[in-house]
């Protein structure tokens, strides 16, 4: 959120009880990936507080930015691209987004050669 840590632990407390509730209406194996995005973003925004509480903390702010990055930089960008295209049930569109989840793959091992 990038307000202030009383921002991200509500809205982690938000995203967490929408991901359970929307985890607890699959009815759908495939459809998981998608219903847990909330669920995954909560846990992200939750780290961003603790960074907030803790911004000069050396080893204990480092872990937190990590973990915050690990969501930012290696997750969304093949997660999101993954939960749609395992949603999708038209071919065209599925081949579509399997070219986005490529280059969401790509973008994800460059972002971690970077932190690396």
Request: proline share 4%; hydrophobic share 50%; glycine share 6%.
């Amino acid at each position: 959120m990038c307000f202030s840590a009383t921002a991200s632990f509500t809205a982690s407390a938000v995203l967490g009880a929408v991901g359970i509730a929307c985890v607890k209406q699959v009815k759908n194996k495939q459809d998981y990936f998608l219903a847990s995005i909330p669920f995954l973003f909560a846990i992200q925004q939750f780290l961003e507080g603790f960074i907030w509480l803790f911004p000069y903390s050396g080893t204990r702010t480092l872990a937190l930015g990590y973990g915050f990055l690990f969501f930012a930089f290696l997750l969304w960008p093949t997660y999101v691209p993954l939960s749609t295209w395992s949603h999708e049930t038209d071919p065209k569109r599925k081949e579509l987004l399997k070219k986005f989840l490529l280059v969401g793959f790509f973008e994800s091992f460059y972002l971690l050669t970077v932190l690396a």
